[in-house]
């Protein structure tokens, strides 16, 4: 278990829990009095060093100083699970083949091989008949050809038909950096996902779960703002018999979807399992004092019915009549009793054109207000309702969460003055569309005023930086407001960000391994033109193009299987580069037993296998409901260069054989949708912090101030004095105020 925890922290914080063994024997510099990394662990922590190195990850200085000080058992031990954990976490633990033994050289063109793969099977005693049957009625399956869709070579022999990867300085390396006693960083990480104040992905939150157990006798956060962090929690704490923190009856609802591993988000079923009698006592016992305490609260369950009346069926709360406030839940959610919502009262204010009273209700509810604040000013008949909005707003805001302020104040941000354009619609499960913006504007002034009285709240909350050093390439990454849909993996950014790209070769990969069924990723890449037109594309039905190759079609996964598009940028036609992953047949992303997605920088003279870990720039787990997976796109800029534009969306697509062409529609104008829009940015926040008595510097990669400072940059640099905060992508939702 220790272990697992210790590969959590390398994870999430990049740092190396400080291994405990013995010293290692002084060798013979310690002894005439030299300094420098010496003896057995010395040569040890130098040979781990040189595997990482490897896969694109580095010691720092600290770290490596202190692991020469151990004994080389200790070292080699520490050294063996890091470098499990780094290569998973690149994508390198996979043997990623290809279809093409040469590529990306001597990938041929689509029809020639399609030909080739035909004279074959017609040359083979077993495929001949069925192959000119086909080909007689003008209709053929590739599938049936056996040269096609499975590997013709091992994975030994694709190495072997490829150099050695030629060093670049542009290759990515990203720095270990040394940690604290293992129980100290695991208590750390827990406090910093548990205590959160946007809601998790769905890798945290499964690591939150098992963190939560581990630390349920230990600290405990001062604040748990999210519900589903609460619902983990609270697992752990009805285990060891401490007091559940519930103050609505959801909360419980959420522990009972813990309990039988279900979605503690709510948005998926859960079935419920049989629960012991001392289950059972504790969620009704919880019940009860939440209604006891509130009754409005009864008026929640309406939005979860089904879900409560399942649950009752487990709970059997006939069967404890000391607790009738809990019997009144299942009550309401069998439809026995009413219990009328705020949500309703909101509404029959709003219809009768009642916006002042509606406001009046609201505030005291203040993250209902801020949601509704949009439809409130344009429902206002006249200027002394639209003030009595903006001062209820005005009063309520330090009482309204953070993500929900700076939520706000993005929205008001992309609303113009004027109606029209197009609206951007993305769920908590990265499925998006877009409809016409046919709302009336909100009134210039009232808009200009909120915006004023957000800023100034969130400027208020947030923490003096002092001396403020920040890499100017976070900038423009987004913030995190929420952790849905949004991937786990190396070098992911927050729906909306954008990123440099440097390098002359771009090369996306795939990869999966299917569990039970066959199943067929394709790997496409869509090239549009200023306008989102479409240019063409790279596919298993496109395998070349002026712009680079598509390693070849792979339609069977029982034992892993990779694709790739190799892209020349220099060569590549129009604006946009849009990577996707289609399910042309068999299990879908969540049932897969793995499968990510990431992408390569290389200059134009590297060569190399297909995969190199070193030159991974990004790799995410690719997890989602749809049958499409749109991971990032590729911009240029008015300079000519590119940069990536995180989407993590998914499309529902059909049920099976999705492609490219067919998708190319939907695609562009969701792409547009995204890269119109403007995101909230780190750039917002270091602006609001920069205020009176803080220093900011820019990062230049070199120069280290002499005192703590309040890092933002997405690696962590060597040599901060020691009390620097350090914020990178890993904990970027520290930046968000509660």
């Known amino acids: 278990m220790l272990q697992r925890l210790e590969s959590m922290v390398v994870r999430h914080t990049r740092r190396v829990p400080a291994p405990a063994g013995p010293a290692a024997p002084a060798g013979p510099a310690a002894r005439a009095g030299t300094t420098g990394a010496v003896g057995q662990g010395a040569t040890a922590a130098r040979q781990f060093d040189a595997a990482l190195m490897s896969v694109g990850f580095k010691l720092s200085a600290d770290l490596l100083e202190q692991l020469a000080e151990l004994d080389e058992d200790t070292v080699r031990d520490t050294a063996t699970r890091t470098l499990a954990t780094v290569r998973e976490i690149v994508g390198d633990h996979v043997a990623h083949n290809a279809y093409f033994v040469d590529f990306p050289a001597n ?3 689509t029809f020639d091989f399609w030909t080739h793969c035909v004279t074959e099977a017609l040359a083979d005693d077993a495929s001949r008949a069925s192959t000119a049957d086909q080909l007689r009625t003008g209709v053929l399956d590739l599938l049936t050809l056996p040269a096609y869709g499975n590997y013709r070579h091992t994975y030994a022999e694709l190495l072997a038909a490829h150099d050695e990867l030629i060093a670049a300085a542009g290759d990515r390396l990203t720095v270990l950096h040394p940690g604290g006693p293992p129980e100290e960083e695991v208590t750390a990480l827990y406090l910093a996902l548990a205590g959160s104040t946007t809601p998790l992905g769905e890798e945290h939150l499964r690591d939150l779960r098992v963190l939560a157990e581990h630390c349920a006798s230990g600290p405990q956060p001062e604040a748990i703002p999210i519900r589903e962090n609460r619902a983990l929690v609270n697992l752990a704490r009805l285990d060891t018999g401490a007091d559940l923190l519930l103050d609505t009856v959801t909360d419980v609802l959420r522990l009972a979807c813990a309990l039988s591993d279900g979605d503690v988000t709510l948005l998926e079923r859960t079935r419920f399992r049989s629960l012991s009698r001392p289950v059972r006592r504790a969620l009704l016992a919880g019940l009860d004092a ?4 509130a009754p409005a609260k009864l008026a ?7 879900a409560f009346k399942r649950l009752g069926e487990r709970l059997h709360p006939h069967e404890y009549p000391r607790w009738p406030h809990a019997a009144e839940v299942f009550a309401v959610a069998r439809g026995e009793s009413q219990a009328r919502t705020f949500d309703s009262r909101v509404e029959e204010l709003l219809g009768a054109g009642d916006v002042t009273g509606a406001t009046r209700l609201l505030a005291g509810a203040p993250g209902k207000l801020f949601r509704a604040l949009d439809r409130l000013l344009r429902a206002c008949p006249g200027q002394d309702e639209r003030d009595a909005v903006l001062a209820a707003a005005e009063q309520a805001a330090p009482q309204v969460a953070g993500r929900v302020l700076l939520s706000v104040r993005e929205h008001l941000h992309n609303r113009t003055d004027e109606p029209g354009g197009t609206r951007v619609f993305v769920n908590r499960l990265g499925r998006a569309w877009v409809a016409s913006d046919t709302r009336p504007a909100v009134p210039p002034d009232e808009r200009k005023r909120l915006i004023t009285a957000l800023d ?3 400027r208020r909350r947030l923490p003096a ?25 190396l070098g992911v950014l927050p729906r909306g960000s954008l990123s440099p790209v440097e390098g002359d070769l771009l090369r996306f990969f795939v990869h999966w391994k299917q569990a039970a069924r066959t199943t067929d990723f394709d790997l496409s890449a869509l090239l549009l033109d200023a306008s989102y037109g479409t240019l063409g594309w790279l596919s298993y039905t496109a395998l070349t193009q002026v712009e680079g190759e598509h390693s070849g079609d792979i339609t069977d996964a029982p034992e892993g299987a990779s694709e790739f ?4 940028l220099g060569a590549v036609r129009g604006d946009f580069i849009v990577p996707q992953v289609n399910i042309f047949s068999g299990e879908g992303f969540e ?11 290389r200059d134009g003279d590297q060569q190399g296998r297909p995969f190199e870990a070193r030159t991974v720039r990004m790799k995410s787990e690719l997890r989602g409901q749809g049958r499409v997976a749109l991971p990032l796109a590729f911009l240029r800029g008015p300079d000519g260069g590119w940069r990536a534009k995180w989407l993590h969306l998914h499309l529902k697509g059909s049920p099976s054989s999705n492609r490219v062409e067919g998708n190319r529609v939907s695609v562009a104008t969701l792409l547009r949708g995204i890269v119109e829009r403007e995101y909230l940015t780190v750039r917002h926040l270091a ?3 920069a205020g009176a008595g803080t220093v900011v510097t820019r990062w230049d990669g070199a120069s280290v101030p002499d005192g703590p400072v309040t890092y933002i940059g997405l690696e962590r640099p060597a040599g901060l004095p020691p009390g620097s905060v350090v914020v990178t992508p890993e904990n970027l939702r520290d930046l968000i105020p509660g």
């Open 687 to 689: 602006d609001l912090m």
């Open 456 to 458: 100034a709240e969130t």
């Open 465 to 489: 930086p002092g001396h403020l050093l920040i890499d100017p390439d976070v900038l423009d990454v987004a913030l995190p407001l929420s952790g849905k849909a949004t991937a786990a993996g």
């Open 591 to 601: 049932e897969v037993e793995e499968s990510f997605f990431g992408f390569m920088l």
């Open 290 to 293: 939440v209604v006891a305490a």
């Open 300 to 306: 929640d369950v309406t939005a979860h019915r089904e």
């Open 565 to 568: 598009i190799n892209l020349r």
């Open 107 to 109: 990938v041929p063109d």
